[in-house]
């Protein structure tokens, strides 16, 4: 069964295209077949930074039964062992997907044979990026050194993990549950994830074991993207660190990418930036992180919501 990395953050222009069509091209350089989706359907870019500038196929075919398998809407990239799924002709909204198209789409990315599945997922914290983190273990974020985009990208943690939370319960129960948060807790505690677990550890042992489990198995990674000269190095660390404390899930930190204008200048004249400048210090950044996020670990795909 193939890997799945879904790769997100809570804002746009973070990088999340950009790092999802490098560590593709990486993967896809060590002759495992890597199929990147471009899943940010409402903003679909990752085609042009996979050489791919007039896709013929994408995602809307198999949403729209134009082709009956998702394998149908894969197309070539012009890079050895790289496939591509766009996503340049839909024109909705990913966060629009009714519940059953999600299930399909999740249902037939894990059927698919690939060594590597990369998910480029669009901003924010819709439903349908929250389910797509959690159809596998090795969620990436990104963020940026900017507090805007750390913000953005707490959250999106924060969401995932409480949607998890979600997902064990009926609705009924899960209300129940937001009640004793606020009993115990007070106003606003049925919006923190780690006051319903305190209620959870308490009213359902048992699931609360389940979930400890899950997010135990969790792989969670966090890279900060365009990193300058003046920008703390740590600050990933420390951003993990508030996450495991506040939270208590486990995020690794996997690195700093640095700000290099290269990435504009190969963007622009669309051209792969790792095989462009392969000797930049953010295109060895981008090796040392494929290396720790492609080592294999025996990890299974796994899908809540299927
Ligand atoms: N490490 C970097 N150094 C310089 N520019 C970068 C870097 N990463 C991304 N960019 C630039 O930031 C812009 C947004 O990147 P993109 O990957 O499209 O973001 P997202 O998918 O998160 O919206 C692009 O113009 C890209 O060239
Ligand atoms: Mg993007």
Known sequence: MAHIWPIGGGKGGSGKSFITSSLGRLSAGLGRRTLVIDLDLGAANLHTLVGVPYPSKSFSDFLYKKVARLDDAIEETPFENLFLISGAQDHFDIANLPYEQKVKILRAITKL?????????????????????????????????????????????????????????????FKALEEKAIERFGEGAFNRPE????????????SHRELRNDFDAFRFRLMVNQLRKRDNTVLGLHICRVIEKHIGLRVEFTGNVSYDDH???????????LDRYPYTKTAGELRAASRQIFQPTGRQLMLQCV
Do not use: K, W
């Open 195 to 206: 006051c319903i677990m305190s209620v959870v550890a308490q009213d359902y042992p048992e």
């Open 113 to 173: 044979d690939y060594d590597a599945i990369l998910l480029d997922l669009g901003a924010g914290t819709s439903f349908n990026t929250l389910d797509f983190f959690l159809a596998s273990q090795n969620g990436i974020f990104i963020t940026t050194p900017e507090p805007t985009s750390i913000e953005n990208v707490y959250r999106l943690i924060r969401s995932v993990y409480f949607r998890r939370i979600r997902y064990c319960f009926r609705i009924s129960q």
């Open 263 to 273: 990435v504009h200048d190969a963007v622009c004249q669309r051209v792969s930036f």
